[in-house]
């Protein structure tokens, strides 16, 4: 009887100049992971953490908006690039070296190469963690990063809406698949607070956490629709960077500080 052959192992090279390097992910568009991965950043540089940001969606870049970033990023010797500061924080993204309207109709093959370049000649330095934005699904980018990058670990964004939590499903499966450790899950929109200081469940309760417990994932917590966190991402002034006593920016603090453990 012919046995199996052994699972492919993969190289993964670390991305120089960073101690540890976490993906935020969500499967699913549309459930605010760009503006949940910023804040989160922002929330452990507040635990003293020196952070970089990477933002790895090559068709639909959102860090220059969400920072007010419109710099293109300088070359050193016309091979490495430096990347971008704004509040303490290294950045790195698509939208600094295409104009914002600029569509990116790009095969696969350029998507990968546009990641390499982005995590091995962009000269990150000196930094505790660096978060990876990921675009939706489980495609290209997703695979380069879990087979080819040293990945400390990843953090899924989710509504509590069945729809998204099937591609979150599929998701924690495919992370599981690759051997990326999976951090735990947050649950994004989870309720909205009107006039009468009652919490309104808009997308339904408790998918994401039950969904956690469904796949033996942590659950990290849950963050609400707030007016304050959309004008702040707007305006490309990260809630908890400028307001970190608010009680949205509390909130991300305390998924911080269960991240933090992963990495103490």
């Known amino acids: 009887m012919s046995q199996k052959p052994p699972p492919k192992q993969f190289v993964k090279t670390p991305i120089n100049g960073v101690k540890h390097?976490?993906?935020?992910?969500?499967?699913?568009?549309?459930?605010?992971?760009?503006?949940?991965a910023v804040?989160?950043?922002?929330?452990?540089?507040?635990?003293?953490?020196k952070i970089g940001?990477?933002?790895?969606?090559?068709?639909g870049p959102s860090l220059p908006k969400l920072l007010n970033l419109n710099e293109k990023p300088k070359s050193e010797n016309g091979k490495a690039i430096i990347p971008l500061e704004?509040?303490?924080?290294?950045?790195?993204?698509?939208?600094?070296?295409?104009?914002?309207?600029?569509?990116?109709?790009?095969?696969?093959?350029?998507?990968?190469?546009?990641?390499?370049?982005?995590?091995?000649?962009?000269?990150?330095?000196?930094?505790?963690?660096?978060?990876?934005?990921m675009p939706p699904g489980t495609g290209d980018t997703q695979l380069?990063?879990?087979?080819?990058?040293?990945?400390?670990?990843?953090?899924?964004?989710?509504?509590?809406q069945d729809l998204a939590l099937l591609d979150v499903k599929r998701g924690i499966q495919m992370f599981d698949k690759t051997g990326v450790k999976i951090l735990g899950l947050i649950d994004?929109?989870?309720?909205?607070?009107g006039d009468d200081d009652k919490e309104y469940k808009i997308f339904g309760e408790s998918g994401v956490e039950k969904t956690a417990k469904e796949f033996d994932k942590q659950f990290l917590g849950h963050l609400p629709i707030h007016q304050d966190l959309r004008i702040s991402a707007d305006n490309g002034?990260?809630?908890?960077?400028?307001?970190?006593?608010?009680?949205?920016?509390?909130?991300?603090?305390?998924?911080?500080?269960?991240?933090?453990?992963?990495?103490?």
């Open 21 to 36: 390097t976490m993906l935020v992910s969500s499967a699913k568009g549309g459930v605010g992971k760009s503006t949940v």
């Open 237 to 264: 002034e990260p809630l908890t960077y400028t307001e970190p006593d608010h009680e949205v920016s509390k909130l991300f603090k305390s998924i911080a500080e269960k991240i933090k453990l992963s990495f103490d």
């Open 86 to 133: 704004k509040y303490g924080a290294q950045c790195m993204s698509m939208g600094f070296l295409v104009d914002e309207q600029t569509p990116m109709i790009w095969r696969g093959p350029m998507v990968i190469s546009a990641i390499k370049t982005m995590t091995q000649k962009v000269l990150w330095k000196d930094r505790d963690i660096i978060i990876i934005d």
């Open 188 to 193: 994004n929109m989870s309720y909205f607070k």
């Open 39 to 49: 804040n989160l950043a922002f929330s452990l540089q507040n635990l003293g953490f």
């Open 53 to 59: 940001i990477l933002d790895a969606d090559v068709y």
């Open 144 to 160: 380069t990063f879990a087979q080819e990058v040293k990945v400390d670990g990843a953090i899924i964004v989710s509504t509590p």
